[in-house]
């Protein structure tokens, strides 16, 4: 890839690994934050829901005035510098949910500016950078997880904001990279996309998807820590592994696509999902006997043993 659009591509992937590492961040600390301001998990879990109503009302406007906004410009605006600082003021659980309503702004600007300036690329070259800014997502995983839990452990979850405000803020050192949209390349409307019954099909198919993503987004942090009594760094590098075979599992998507039928991969790769959560389920005894004992160095590679014997 030639020099000048690796320069446009990196605010890009920066800008949708930024709005990914606001959600990641909560997962390695959720624990943390409940036991500090006073509250449960499913309390602090609450923050999802908040931070997705802000950012889909969001992802709404700036969709309807596209064609006027640079991409630039919503990188920028996106600052997830000060949603950051927000989320790591808050001293109340009131305080922290609301603080969530900025890091769902933050959110729909910076992602809706990564995928915007995709239209920049010239159609031979806009499917390579869309793999690219798609797996930032897998990215903020990756790296923010074993981070921010680590941060969490050592210091406190406020500190582990530090993360995703520092790639925040080296989106905000690139924006000015984002090569402008040229007129006569906006995205097709919502309301056209769905009289299209694909479209339509697929539209269902994602929320029902993130759905389930959400869920696991917000509380499989918790399940680790508080089911299986490994430390927060442990629940991290955790986090971090599903998102690594997941970013492998990516790459490699294309080679068996052209091998099995579409419908049949994914309905065979949801059925090894299925078939693989009664193993996990049963690991949970196990893992919460681990639990109730006193943790000597290394306990937590003993409780993932646990899980990867099971």
């Known amino acids: 890839m030639a020099a000048s659009r690796v320069r446009a591509l990196v605010p890009l992937v920066l800008g949708a690994m930024a709005s990914q590492a606001l959600l990641v961040v909560l997962a390695p600390t959720i624990v943390a ?4 301001l006073g509250a449960s998990v499913a309390t602090v879990g609450r923050a999802r829901p908040v931070t997705a109503a802000v950012s889909i009302t ?5 969709s309807a005035r596209a064609d006027a906004a640079r991409v630039s410009r919503l990188l920028l605006a996106g600052s997830a510098v000060a949603a950051c600082a927000a989320v790591a003021a808050s001293r109340s659980t009131t305080s922290f949910l609301i603080a969530h309503a900025v890091v769902g702004l933050a959110f729909a600007l910076l992602l809706s500016g990564a995928f915007a300036g995709l239209a920049a690329f010239a159609p031979e070259r806009r499917a390579a950078a869309t793999g690219y800014v798609a797996s930032a997502n897998a990215a903020a995983w990756i790296l923010v997880n074993p981070l921010a839990a680590a941060l969490t452990e050592r210091l406190s979850w406020r500190a582990a904001q ?3 405000a520092a790639v925040a803020a080296a989106v905000m050192a690139t924006a000015h990279l984002a090569t402008p949209v040229p007129a006569g390349r906006s995205a097709t409307g919502v309301r056209a996309l769905v009289t299209v019954p694909p479209a339509r099909r697929w539209l269902g198919a994602e929320t029902v998807g993130y759905a389930g993503w959400t869920a696991l987004l917000t509380f499989a942090g918790a ?6 009594g490994v430390r927060e760094s442990a629940a991290g590098w955790l986090l971090a592994g599903g998102a690594a075979a997941y970013l492998v599992a ?9 091998r099995v039928p579409r419908r049949r991969l994914v309905v065979g790769s949801a059925l090894v999902m299925a078939a693989l959560r009664p193993r996990v389920r049963g690991a949970r005894a196990a893992g919460s006997a681990l639990a109730h004992r006193p943790h000597p160095a290394g306990a937590e590679v003993l409780t993932v043993g646990h899980l990867a014997r099971a």
């Open 33 to 36: 934050i409940g036991a500090d």
């Open 250 to 258: 990516s790459t490699r998507s294309g080679a068996l696509a052209g």
């Open 162 to 164: 530090a993360v995703p």
């Open 58 to 62: 969001a992802s709404v406007a700036i």
């Open 223 to 228: 399940y680790f820590i508080q089911r299986f």
